[in-house]
């Protein structure tokens, strides 16, 4: 017979659920930039995710990240960030920690977790809950968590998100003396002070309905909250002959919504947002994207533009808005899985005055390594999103150990 | 009718009284033989590539419901990078199934289009088509032959698939599938045996299945480990909010 403790560790195993990795990332930049001279990065990043199932209706989850890197991008001290709020990225960061409680129709999760909006890959206009970390690449991006209650009621097709997030996360910026902050050549010999970011009080609230039809999928949500991006506030000093910046975050209402409809030859999606805002000099302004899907044996390829129409012009120029950055763009991605083990990927967004591609080649050695090569082109004018970018064209080689 | 991991499952009662001439009445029989109400199951997958290469996956089965009216959840176990990945599959008695896949690397769902079911499943030599469960009355047949205690019968969908039509070999002392040959118009696309038949619960269920496709000349196997059937599940177990609420 089976003894208690021995019964017990076997339970406790079932109910418990993990996995993680350690992946080490090196970008290669061929070319210096004016504000960072540096051309070898290397990014050390310990993600653990888990999950326990303490009963059939209550899971509590756990995402963890630890980092380092050689461009001091990454704080080095050993406090451990529970918000993820901070302008250097923290050493030890929770990115999840949650509970999900789950009765018939009806899923909440209360806590830090990752929430999702839209159905489009290329640009997701209304993904408004999902913050994201640009710090060391504003072409290759990772989400943020955030700190939310979120109540999810399905039945049949139709689906209703609430959510509630009391506490702000912003998107992460680059920071000001590093290459993927672009400064304008008028800036050249100022001294350029970052005096980090003033955060909004209050809470952001959403609401999302999704209907499943058949052979159709459309939604339609709502979001009253504040811009993850951030506005700087420019101000003079005389006495030190400096710039100092501020981050700020307007207000930001949403109306928008998604369809995805799949027809005989090819999946056609779309996601339109109409931003508004109380914040007086904000921009208002509508983000719309339409994509073309189609698999073709290994073959996957996505196709599409994304547009803005801008209904009320931003006061200030200074901003960070890598999501207008990508509008009006023809936006393209093709992947082909070799086999079990091997995979490539090309990336493209080609706008009038910029364009970016990303080659990837990835393979799998044994159950748990990765390696993935890649090289990125970015070309393009200075007064473009992506052209502004155009010294920072870069090959990477990152190697994953996956648990 | 089912496509081919379901076929792994197969009853062997006594043949009835019923005309063994009549195709569509030989697979009623394998569907009423292999009838359960819900089934999991632990495989892992060998995929080798023409190249020898050997990648291995697991994933953890489950279902609800059976034959055309029925869902399932398949979610990977390893290798360690797609632990969490999971697929799915809403089938319907008249029309092909509904089938989404969740990445929880990405945080999103994303609905398989009808068109891309012919795609291979995460590097596997099946494709997302061959993971549903389609009636038998979603395809016509026609019995080729009946020798050597087996019989041969081609099965051809009415509804939309990537194959346009089917032979299967089935035991006659026990109505379990030997094999299926699947071809689409420009010829053989995949083979599929069956294997290594146990009995559980009373259903003659096969322990590994075996894939080849044609075109890549590649192979997956795929043997089944802790397999039960007529488990309590709940149908909330198997909605997008269940795909995407576990690790």
């Known amino acids: ?403 | 009718m089912n496509r081919i991991l379901f076929l792994a499952a197969l009853a062997a009662l006594p043949a009835l009284a019923q005309d063994t001439r009549d195709p569509r009445q030989i697979i009623l029989e394998v569907q009423k033989r292999q009838h359960s109400d819900s089934q999991r199951y632990e495989g892992t997958l060998e995929v080798t590539s023409q190249g020898n290469q050997v990648a291995t996956k697991r994933w953890v089965y489950q279902r609800i419901g059976s034959f055309g009216n029925s869902k399932a959840i398949l979610r990977f176990t390893a290798p360690a990078e797609v632990k969490g990945v999971g697929l799915l599959i809403v089938n319907h008695p008249d029309r092909a199934s509904d089938q989404w896949m969740w990445r929880p690397a990405i945080g999103r769902d994303q609905r398989i289009a009808l068109q891309d079911r012919s795609t291979r499943f995460f590097g596997t030599d099946f494709s997302f088509e061959d993971l549903e469960e389609r009636d038998v009355d979603q395809y016509n047949y026609k019995l080729l032959s009946d020798e050597g205690g087996m019989w041969k019968i081609e099965s051809r969908p009415r509804k939309s698939s990537q194959y346009e039509y089917s032979y299967f070999w089935i035991k006659k002392d026990n109505y379990t599938f030997v094999r299926i040959e699947a071809y689409n118009k420009k010829g053989l696309v995949r083979t599929i045996d069956y294997k290594n038949y146990e009995q559980i619960k009373g259903i003659w269920t096969a322990r590994l299945t075996e894939v080849y496709d044609v075109t890549r000349k590649s192979h997956t196997t795929l043997k089944y480990e802790k397999l039960e059937y007529n488990l309590p599940m709940k149908d909330d177990d198997f909605t997008l909010q269940a795909l995407r609420r576990d690790l």
């Not at chain 1, 996995?19 to 990014?43: C, K, L, M, W």
């Not at chain 1, 209907?211 to 700087?232: A, K, T, V």
């Open chain 1, 1 to 403: 017979m089976m003894d208690a403790g021995l019964m017990l560790v076997v339970l406790l195993a079932q109910s418990f659920e993990q996995r993680g990795f350690i992946e080490d990332r090196a970008v290669v930049y061929p070319q210096t930039a004016p504000n960072d001279s540096g051309r070898v990065v290397d990014e050390l990043l310990v993600r653990e995710e888990a999950s326990y199932k303490f009963t059939p209706w209550l899971t509590l989850n756990g995402g963890f990240d630890a980092r380092t890197d050689s461009h001091r991008q990454t704080a080095r001290d050993w406090t451990l960030d529970a918000t993820d709020r901070s302008i250097q990225r923290p050493a030890f960061s929770v990115r999840r920690l949650s509970a999900t409680i789950h009765r018939g129709k009806v899923t909440a999760e209360i806590g830090r977790q990752l929430i999702r909006w839209g159905k489009t890959d290329i640009l997701n206009p209304t993904d408004r809950f999902a913050p994201k970390d640009y710090l060391s690449s504003v072409v290759d991006t990772d989400f943020l968590g955030v700190s939310a209650a979120r109540v999810t009621y399905e039945s049949g097709g139709d689906t209703v998100d609430l959510i509630w997030q009391p506490l702000f996360t912003p998107s992460r910026t680059p920071l000001l003396n590093q290459r993927w902050t672009a400064l304008p050549p008028q800036a050249a010999g100022v001294n350029i002070v970052d005096a980090g970011a003033r955060y909004p009080g209050g809470s952001q609230y959403g609401a999302r309905w999704n209907h499943i039809g058949s052979g159709y999928e459309y939604s339609l949500c709502f979001f009253d909250g504040f811009q993850n991006l951030p506005s700087f506030d420019a101000t003079f000093s005389p006495l030190t002959q400096s710039v100092s910046l501020t981050r700020e975050y307007p207000d930001l209402r949403l109306y928008g919504g998604d369809a995805a409809v799949p027809l005989p030859w090819l999946t056609v999606k779309g996601e339109a947002a109409y931003f508004t805002s109380s914040t007086p000099g904000a921009e208002e302004y509508a983000l719309y994207v339409i994509q073309l899907e189609r698999q073709v044996k290994e073959w996957s390829f996505v196709g599409g533009y994304a547009g803005s129409v801008v209904t009320r012009e931003a006061a200030s120029p200074l901003q960070f808005a890598p999501d207008r950055g990508f509008a009006k763009s023809f936006v393209g991605r093709a992947g082909l899985t070799i086999d079990a083990n091997r995979s490539l990927a090309i990336e493209t967004a080609v706008r009038v005055g910029g364009s970016f591609v990303r080659f990837e080649y990835s393979q799998l050695f044994g159950q748990h390594w990765r390696a993935t090569g890649g090289v990125a082109w970015i070309r393009g004018d200075m007064t473009d999103f992506l052209g502004e970018y155009r010294r920072n064209s870069y090959g990477s080689l990152a190697i994953r150990y996956s648990f």
